[in-house]
């Protein structure tokens, strides 16, 4: 009888050490898939502008639905510097290279201080991608827009014209010179009017920069009216210098100044609505936001990115591409209109 309690209870030890040795494998086991189902996410990460504008509150929403969608194979997110400062921004993407991240999105205030620190990103291995950035495809992936520059700024200058009746003095204003988009939508919309409007005038050689804040821009605004009482029209690349322009035409009560510009729905609107403004165009910031994203996990799953690739954004279902440029061209140009939103349940 000893013995075989003994006998049991040698086998009852022996049989609970090797329950607990399968626990603890199985639990070493579920913590290595763990970290391995971690590693196994892609860290996708959108370097936008500047943190804190509409503009790229919007394009957040678009970066977070993708990694929602795409939850169990990515982890996407969006930062900006505070300000726009372009030096701030360039650290972020030094941050980002440091971190290891595996695909870095930007949509640089400064394409050529950008240039440096996207090739350093390029020779580590990591997917880059621009936006509003052409002249940047020599050291990244893409770059992705919405629409050809130029058929843009043209758009933008045509229905300056058409508003200004095609003569008279106008100012036009950017965020920035350094910035790539605007400078091409002003460059290609000034052609567009030497071309076909001899009796349009701008006031100045280059055009005036607001930064992209809403601050800079009202004081440009009445710093121009008070130098230029009898401008007839103002062309802004930036949602700041249009509104500013279109606010403090109101608060004077004139009528007489063509207003067209870059806009969004919620800010335009209402200058669109009362007569302030004459027209403004963008394009959806989530969308752009969204598709590049898409983009970055296509090559970082080994996709062929070519025309016709649906990187399933609206206006980016059937992209096409310049090759030779590596520049992907959605068909996403928005035009805001007179009472397109009078229920206020604008888009962004």
Known sequence: MVSILGACSKNETSK???NASKSEENKDNKSKDTTTSKKEKFKIV???KHEGIPWF???????????????DLVEAKQIAPEGGDPAKQVQMVEDLIAQGVDAIIVVPNDPQSMKPVLQKAK???IITISHEATNLTDVVDYDIEAFKNEDFGRLMFENLATAMEGKGKFVAMVGGLTMQTHMEWYNAGMEYLAENYPEMEAVSDQPYEDKNDDTIARDKALEILKAYPDIKGFVGTSVSSGSNFAAVLKEKNRKDVAVVSLGIPSVSSAYINEGYMNHAQCWRPADVGYASCAAALKILQGDTIDNDTNLEAPGYENIVIDEEKKIIYGDAPMILKEGQYEDG???F
Request: aromatic fraction near 12%; charge should be negative.
């Open 16 to 18: 609970n050490d090797t």
């Open 46 to 48: 959108m370097v936008a």
């Open 57 to 71: 509150d919007d394009m957040r929403l678009g970066v977070n639905d993708f990694g929602e969608k795409y939850a």
């Open 123 to 125: 020779d580590k291995g």
């Open 345 to 347: 349940n604008y888009p």
